[in-house]
């Protein structure tokens, strides 16, 4: 039986990148009032929960919103954590 020959891969040149190189923009710091705002929002929502607690049902317009209270409290810290995505 012929044995097989065994078949020697090309040595190809590495792929040339066509692209343009790009330089990136560099992000600057956030400005400190929007460091403010995203901490105060998250802090504004676990206020919001803990008055609500504590003296909900003697406030009218937390006793009117019911457990709706709950959706406000974490709304408010969800916004400020989603503040956190742009913070640099």
């Not at 009218?60 to 709706?68: I, K, S, T, V, Y």
Request: charged share 15%; net charge positive.
């Amino acid at each position: 039986m012929p044995k097989s020959k065994v078949r020697k891969k090309a040595s190809s040149p590495p792929p040339v990148d066509r692209r343009t190189p790009v330089k990136a923009k560099s992000a600057s710091p956030s400005h400190p009032i929007y460091v403010g705002v995203m901490l105060g929002m998250m802090l504004l929502g676990l206020l919001w929960l803990v008055v609500n607690y504590l003296a909900g049902p003697k406030i009218p317009f937390m006793a009117e919103l019911g457990p709706w209270n709950f959706a406000v409290g974490f709304g408010l810290m969800i916004i400020g954590l989603l503040m956190t995505m742009k913070w640099r």
